[in-house]
């Protein structure tokens, strides 16, 4: 199945929408049996049920968060999508537990059949915290453990 660009827009709306609502089968529902999905973190995973898993306890204590699209690329023919997105959480970063975090990056999605085949996200190396911009290093973040955690 080729998605129009226009049916890649309306598939990526419901997605947010699915997002914004912390419906993980919404979510999922998205997602190819097959899915490759790469955290910021370096973490792989592949599988749709096991993607579910690794997402079931973010999900379920969800802390309000929010994905907004503060940009989108789409190239029909290859069937790939850049989607640059906010995220709006409560921090796990060390002297900042849950302040509320901003962090930006962007997600890169290959489709097959109608559905996301594979999911690469990127995350900036800083985040916005009570105003302030936080350099995240390895050595001091808690994200890599907290992702961890859910993986």
């Not at 997002?19 to 490759?36: A, C, F």
């Not at 290959?110 to 900036?124: A, N, Q, T, V």
């Amino acid at each position: 199945m080729h998605l129009s660009k226009s049916e890649i827009l309306e598939f990526m709306r419901e997605w947010l929408n699915a997002w914004d609502e912390h419906d993980l089968d919404g979510v999922m529902d998205h997602l190819h049996d097959d899915i490759v999905f790469e955290n910021w973190t370096g973490a792989i995973i592949r599988g749709k049920n096991n993607l579910r898993k690794s997402w079931f306890q973010w999900f379920r204590f969800h802390g309000n968060f929010k994905f907004t699209e503060e940009d989108i690329f789409i190239d029909e023919q290859a069937q790939k999508v850049m989607f640059k997105w906010r995220l709006d959480w409560p921090s796990m970063e060390n002297d900042y537990k849950g302040k509320n975090e901003i962090r930006r990056g962007v997600d890169v999605l290959h489709f097959l059949d109608g559905k996301i085949l594979k999911k690469y996200s990127y995350s900036k190396t800083t985040i916005q915290i009570d105003r302030k911009l936080i350099s995240l290093s390895a050595q001091k973040s808690n994200v890599s453990e907290y992702q961890a955690s859910f993986m």
